[in-house]
């Protein structure tokens, strides 16, 4: 079992989008997912459709028993092979650190409860609070996503240092996964030119291939299903670049 915390500190570069898009080449694979949403906007557990639920991430944490997030994992409208521990608004308040565990108890909450499974992607908040904290100390690898805009390098320089700190502070097992470029427009000089700067400066760690702007993406979310189930040709585009990303976090 692999576990990839999906990290941005700036939001509306598509972070829960990219966990959708792995969950989503995931169950094209009929490989079990688990998506834990540690995001306040719960983007990702509308996007998933759970049935009601009782409990979300934000209960686990203040519990923090070993292996108790088994209670809150709730199967998704996606299918059996994708299950979610959803997240909601009321989350953010646990946001601060509260006693010396704070930032483990992610971790610790998981023990047991997701051995089944084959890759746990966990949706980090666009900060570098003490959820973000927790997902990075549940984790095997952070994948750092990124936009290719002005701001593309020093986001990506920020993350992959929380990262690092987070290594050394809270799991050293840790390591990045790499850095993924969404919603690239191929056609614009500008993209091209962020892109070819990104991998002036972390060469390889830059993933290949990066992810295309298509509408497809949206409409499918919209619809309730993973873009791999969007008969398009961007939709067949973007799954196809996903799927190299997820073969990448899980060798």
Not at 34 to 59: H, K, M, R, S, Y
Request: hydrophobic share 45%; proline share 6%; aromatic share 4%.
């Amino acid at each position: 079992m692999s576990a990839v915390a999906v990290l941005s500190l700036k939001g509306g570069v598509g972070k829960s989008t990219t966990v959708l898009g792995l969950a989503g080449a995931a169950w094209a694979r009929g490989i079990r997912a688990l998506v834990i949403d540690l995001d306040p906007q719960a983007n990702a557990t509308v996007a998933l459709d759970p049935p009601p639920f009782a409990f979300t991430v934000g209960d686990v944490l203040a519990d923090g028993r070993p292996g108790i997030a088994r209670e809150a994992i709730v199967r998704t409208g996606w299918g059996p092979q994708v299950d979610l521990l959803p997240s909601e608004e009321a989350v953010a308040h646990r946001n601060r650190p509260e006693g010396a565990d704070s930032a483990t108890r992610l971790r610790v909450s998981l023990a047991g409860a997701v051995d089944g499974y084959d890759i746990v992607l966990i949706d980090c908040p666009p900060s570098l609070d003490e959820l973000t904290r927790n997902g990075l100390a549940a984790a095997d690898s952070a994948l750092v996503v990124t936009e290719p805009g002005f701001f593309a390098l020093q986001g990506a320089t920020r993350a992959l240092r929380a990262v690092e700190a987070a290594r050394t502070s809270v799991n050293l097992r840790l390591q990045p996964a790499g850095v993924l470029v969404n919603r690239v427009r191929g056609n614009l000089s500008e993209h091209r030119y962020r892109i070819e700067e990104l991998r002036g400066v972390y060469g390889d760690l830059v993933l290949n291939p990066v992810i295309p702007e298509r509408s497809a993406v949206q409409q499918a979310q919209g619809a309730g299903v993973p873009v791999q189930a969007w008969r398009s040709p961007g939709a067949a585009e973007v799954s196809d670049a996903f799927d190299d990303i997820l073969d990448r976090l899980l060798t």
